[in-house]
T-cell receptor, first 112, second 109 residues
Framework: DSGVTQTPKHLITATGQRVTLRCSPR?????VYWYQQSLDQGLQFLIQ???????AKGNILERFSAQQFPDLHSELNLSSLELGDSALYFC???????????FGPGTRLLVL | EDQVTQSPEALRLQEGESSSLNCSYT??????LFWYRQDPGKGPEFLFT???AGEEKEKERLKATLTKKESFLHITAPKPEDSATYLCAVPWNTDKLIFGTGTRLQVFP
C-alpha cells in the first residue's frame, strides 16, 4: 500500500459526459501528479500540482482540467468524453520535486 | 528529443534463470532514474532510485545499476511472483517523469 488513495476504482460512462476523479496524496506529500495509461501509449504525464499551484503540464487535453485543494487532495475533471479517453488514470504523490513518486491504485475509466 | 527506451519488450524466463532488463535514456543532465514494478491493472510500485553512474541498489532478487547512458535491472534466480511489467523513468524539465514502455516479464515454474 503506497498510501495514495484514488476514487472511484472503476467508472463507466457515455461519450459526451463529464467525470471527476479524486486523489488523496500520502501524508506529508505536497506534490500530486496525474498520469494516463492506455494500452497503446504507456504511462503519459498529464499535470502536476505542488501545494495548490500548477507546476508542470504534460500532454493534457483542453477538455481535461485539474486542481489541488487546500487539504492537498486533487481532482481531475474530464469533460466531453470520447471513446479514446478510456484508460487507467493514476495519481502519484511526492514530497516535492525530484523525490520518489508513489502511485495510487488508479481509476479505470470506460467510455461507451 | 529526450526519451527512455526499454528492452526487451517481453521476456520469458524459467524459474531460477537469471537475466537483465535494459533501460537506456537520452536526457541530458540526469537527475535520477527510477525503477517501478507494475502488475496488471494496478498502480506502479516503486523499486529503486539511482542518482549517479556506478550506483547500485538491491532488493531481494533484484539489483539495479546505472551508467551514464543506461540502467540495468538484474533479476537473479527469479520466481513466478516476479512476473510483472518493469518500468523505468527519468525526470525531464521540471518534475515530470518520462516513462519507458516497460519490459513485460513472465517467469514460469
Amino acid at each position: 500500500d503506497s498510501g495514495v488513495t484514488q476514487t472511484p476504482k472503476h467508472l463507466i460512462t457515455a461519450t459526451g459526459q463529464r467525470v471527476t476523479l479524486r486523489c488523496s496524496p500520502r501524508s506529508g506529500d505536497l506534490s500530486v501528479y496525474w498520469y494516463q495509461q492506455s494500452l497503446d501509449q504507456g504511462l503519459q504525464f498529464l499535470i502536476q500540482y505542488y501545494n495548490g499551484e500548477e507546476r508542470a503540464k504534460g500532454n493534457i487535453l483542453e477538455r481535461f482540467s485539474a486542481q489541488q485543494f487546500p487539504d492537498l487532495h486533487s481532482e481531475l475533471n474530464l469533460s466531453s468524453l470520447e471513446l479514446g479517453d478510456s484508460a487507467l488514470y493514476f495519481c502519484a504523490s511526492s514530497l516535492g520535486g525530484l523525490e520518489t513518486q508513489y502511485f495510487g491504485p488508479g481509476t479505470r475509466l470506460l467510455v461507451l | 528529443e529526450d526519451q527512455v527506451t526499454q528492452s526487451p519488450e517481453a521476456l520469458r524466463l524459467q524459474e531460477g534463470e537469471s537475466s537483465s532488463l535494459n533501460c537506456s535514456y537520452t536526457v541530458s543532465g540526469l537527475r535520477g532514474l527510477f525503477w517501478y514494478r507494475q502488475d496488471p491493472g494496478k498502480g506502479p510500485e516503486f523499486l529503486f532510485t539511482l542518482y549517479s553512474a556506478g550506483e547500485e541498489k538491491e532488493k531481494e532478487r533484484l539489483k539495479a545499476t546505472l551508467t551514464k547512458k543506461e540502467s540495468f535491472l538484474h533479476i537473479t534466480a527469479p520466481k513466478p511472483e516476479d512476473s510483472a511489467t518493469y518500468l523505468c523513468a527519468v525526470p525531464w524539465n521540471t518534475d515530470k517523469l518520462i516513462f519507458g514502455t516497460g519490459t513485460r516479464l513472465q517467469v514460469f515454474p
